[in-house]
């Protein structure tokens, strides 16, 4: 549950007088908290007769006009189970402001990751419908808070490496494909913590972060968040990764250009994991964005055109930029290509 009070119960009865003070009666409902929030404390309400479908009660530090603006998005979106708003309200706790969003209970358990084609083709989906909506989030544009720079007398992280080496040496020729990845309303934080299954497979949960940008960051951070398996050797689960790309471009094909972008945007994501490890001093997340760059870096080197494997299994015969128009990291000789690790799925 999110670090927002020393004091739950008494947040969720404020809560819940907010909403009833409002016009929206919750009286029916008891409330449980829930935990895996980050930024926001989330309880269920289960109808206390067992008349009324669940509820999710959450408070979020978001601003309430942000949260109605993502709200009237959402609503609209037809092709993929989301949560709908049932209301939203602004409270004032201890001098600081909050915002009660009550909205449906969509979920039916946490997502397995076995059918990756079809939470692709889900994905997709929610990126069409929301592709489609008038609300303007260009406000909320991409952006990545820069890392904490190392000192000059400690050896450079390996996450801080593989950072350089994508931002220097293939960002930039990147950046000349934009015209490739126009940016929509996405996700902004699809995380697996923030895919549930439902009836009809999986639902989309936790829209606060939602932002202007290319769709493919949202598959870059599921990749990035549920891809990589730790251990004594970190493995990359190619054969899932491939399913959930398969998945997605049954429904929404993607240029070769985002292709590559979903390889970066891994990378940055990476380094996003062992910035937060640094602000919270949390060392198992600089440990583990550690070992996914140097299996990166190894890759890179050994198949510096595709270490990913993504577009190779792709097989596709798309007309787009093809890999020998991507600079290479290193002017070595052609790279030699290994076999694909054992896949961990």
């Keep these: 549950m999110g670090d927002v009070s020393t004091d739950p119960d008494g947040l969720l009865q404020q ?19 829930v935990t895996g929030a980050t930024q926001a404390t989330v309880w269920m309400g289960v109808s206390k007769r067992d008349e009324l479908p669940p509820v999710a009660l959450r408070l ?19 092709s993929v189970t989301c949560p709908t708003t049932v209301a939203a309200e602004r409270l004032e706790v201890d001098g600081r402001t909050w915002t009660v969003h009550l909205c449906t209970w969509i979920g039916i358990g946490a997502a397995l990751k076995a059918d990756t084609g079809l939470l692709g083709q889900h994905l997709a989906r929610l990126h069409l419908d929301l592709a489609g909506s008038a609300v303007d989030l260009t406000d909320r544009r991409l952006s990545f808070e820069p890392s904490p720079t190392p000192t000059r007398e400690q ?121 937060l490890g640094t602000v ?38 798309s007309a787009d930029t093809g890999t020998a128009d991507q600079p290479t990291l290193w002017a070595d000789d052609e790279p030699v290509t290994t076999p694909e690790e054992p896949d961990a799925s």
């Design 155 to 275: 050896q450079l992280p390996t996450w801080y490496v593989a950072r350089h080496l994508w931002r220097d040496r293939i960002f930039a020729w990147l950046s000349t494909q934009s015209e490739r990845m126009a940016p929509q309303p996405i996700h902004g934080d699809m995380h697996w913590g923030n895919v549930v299954a439902t009836v009809n497979g999986f639902g989309f949960i936790d829209f606060d972060k939602m932002m202007f940008a290319p769709p493919v960051f949202d598959l870059a951070k599921l990749i990035a968040t549920g891809m990589f398996r730790g251990g004594e050797q970190v493995r990359f689960q190619a054969r899932k990764t491939t399913r959930l790309i398969e998945g997605y471009e049954s429904v929404r094909p993607l240029a070769d250009a985002e292709l590559v972008a979903l390889e970066g945007l891994a990378v940055l994501l990476n380094e996003e994991t062992a910035r």
């Design 15 to 33: 809560a819940v007088t907010c909403l009833l003070d409002n016009g929206t009666d919750v009286d029916e409902y008891a409330f449980t908290p």
């Design 60 to 78: 979020t530090p978001k601003p309430l006009e942000l949260i109605r603006r993502i709200a009237t998005l959402v609503d609209d979106v037809r």
């Design 280 to 317: 919270y001093d949390i060392d198992e997340y600089r440990r583990a964005a550690d070992a996914v760059a140097s299996w990166w870096i190894a890759r890179r080197r050994r198949t510096r055109s595709d270490p990913l494997g993504i577009r190779t299994a792709r097989q596709s015969a």
